[in-house]
């Protein structure tokens, strides 16, 4: 059985070189790094990861918290999307992803707790927070690393990424005012959700800006699923004054808001016009093409991920919250015909 020994004399180098190459140190010059992972390959060599664990106290291992059931996050395209971005940099530097998923937040909070104690995992990495939440302050007065994906509740000094969602979503909302709808309906999803707020904050700012008074029958909350944006549309268009256009802040929110507009009998946009946001895959494919905003899901992946290892590894971070651009398509589901904004 090749050894690291093996490795090295062959590489002309040390084995605590050889074993910094495993590590991916960024004191070993790509050069070094190339050269003995040629060789690694070559001669069939792999590190024990266990025994490098026990040795480092490490589990070169981060624990992946999607905030959301198993079944809820993995129908929605964000979270394959996201995680792609993540494993992307992840498996690069070697490290392992432990997914943790629950039915309720106590579970949840639990379970990354658990994680954490344990030892299983060497940093979390939150893919979405909550107002009021009790997870992130006991991360923090354990320093323990985690980055979150996203927003952290004001007050929290925590590392995170996140994309400017006020912003996002009163560019929308302005691009149906601008287009002559007042009576704009919002479709939100559950309140406990940072994401959430802010979108609605973004759909309030927008309604201030053109001095219209926001009407509170128009806004709707739900859950993330087509199944929610099929019931709350089907109540805004059976209401006395139904809405001419409609902002939700999830595209699959507005697929199950397509069904109801179709099934009432009335056309996209002539009739009413629809935005989503995230720009899901199926967002070009179905019939009016859906405008929506565009977030660099995959970009957020990869940024979240390198700064938790950053972080491992004692790197400086700066920015601590990086905010990262997103874009409105336009597409056909306004009645516009240009491209972006």
């Known amino acids: ?17 050889v074993s910094r190459v495993i590590a991916d140190n ?10 003995v992972k040629k060789l690694m390959t070559e001669l069939d060599y792999h590190p024990n990861m266990i025994a490098r664990s026990l040795i480092n106290r490490s589990s070169h291992t981060l624990g992946l918290i999607l905030s959301r059931s198993t079944d809820s996050a993995f129908s929605n395209p964000f979270f394959s999307e996201i995680i792609r971005g993540i494993s992307a940099i992840t498996q690069s530097h070697h490290y392992n992803l432990m997914l943790a ?6 579970e949840e909070a639990r379970q990354c707790l658990r994680m954490v104690t344990e030892k299983r995992v060497d940093g979390v990495l939150l893919l979405a927070s909550r107002v ?15 980055v979150v994906v996203g927003r952290a509740p004001d007050l929290q000094k925590c590392y995170s990424v996140n994309n400017d969602n006020i912003q996002a979503a009163y560019t929308a909302v302005r691009h149906l005012f601008n287009l002559g709808h007042q009576k704009i309906a919002l479709l939100n999803g559950p309140e ?19 001095g219209i008074e926001n009407d509170p029958s128009l806004v709707k909350k739900g859950s993330f699923s087509q199944d929610d944006g099929y019931r709350l549309t089907l109540e805004l268009l059976d209401s006395a004054s139904p809405p ?13 808001a397509y069904k109801a507009i179709k099934e009432k009998g009335l056309r996209i946009p002539e009739d009413i016009a629809v935005v989503g946001f995230n720009d899901d895959p199926l967002a070009s494919v179905i019939e009016p093409n859906l ?19 950053d972080l491992l590894q004692s790197h400086d971070i700066f920015p601590a919250q990086k905010i990262l651009s997103s874009e409105l398509i336009i597409r056909d589901s306004c009645g516009s015909k240009k491209k972006s904004l």
């Open 244 to 256: 001419t256009a409609i902002f939700a802040v999830d595209d699959l929110i507005a697929i199950g």
């Open 26 to 35: 960024r004191r070993i010059s790509p050069a070094t790094k190339e050269r």
């Open 101 to 106: 998923t629950a039915e309720d937040y106590a």
């Open 132 to 146: 009021n939440d009790e997870l992130i302050p006991e991360l923090i007065s354990n320093n323990y690393p985690f």
């Open 192 to 210: 406990e959700y940072i994401l959430c707020q802010d979108r609605y904050e973004g759909y309030r700012f927008a309604f201030r800006e053109f």
């Open 291 to 309: 405008t929506t905003v565009r977030i660099p899901i995959y970009k957020m992946g990869v940024a979240a991920s390198t700064m938790i290892i």
């Open 1 to 17: 059985m090749t050894t690291i020994k093996d490795v090295a004399k062959l590489a002309g180098v040390s084995p605590s070189t």
